[in-house]
């Protein structure tokens, strides 16, 4: 008798690279690129641990990567008068 086989689906995981990464003043800033979506995004570790991370655009995506709380901050603004 044969036993048929059995191959469960595996997730499929998005290819991130890091394009540049820097650490000053106890945080930590990451430029990702998913090769995936095309999708560029900025990922910041702060002091105390704690982390975010958000999309950009590629075309401003080293803005964001040098400046990420004032990008961040500009980008919150901007949807909240938009809304």
């Not at 048929?4 to 394009?19: C, G, H, K, V, Y």
């Not at 910041?44 to 704690?50: A, K, L, M, Q």
């Not at 958000?54 to 980008?75: G, I, K, R, S, W």
Request: glycine content about 4%; charged content about 20%; aromatic content about 8%.
């Amino acid at each position: 008798m044969i036993t048929p086989l059995r191959i469960e689906p595996q997730p499929i995981e998005a290819e991130i690279r890091e394009l540049d990464h820097r650490t000053g003043d106890g945080i930590e800033v990451t430029l990702l690129w998913n090769a995936e979506t095309n999708g560029v995004s900025v990922s910041v570790v702060e002091r105390d641990g704690s982390t975010f991370e958000f999309a950009v655009p590629p075309h401003d995506a080293l803005e964001a990567f040098h400046h990420p709380y004032a990008y961040a901050a500009h980008t919150a603004w901007s949807s909240a008068l938009a809304a």
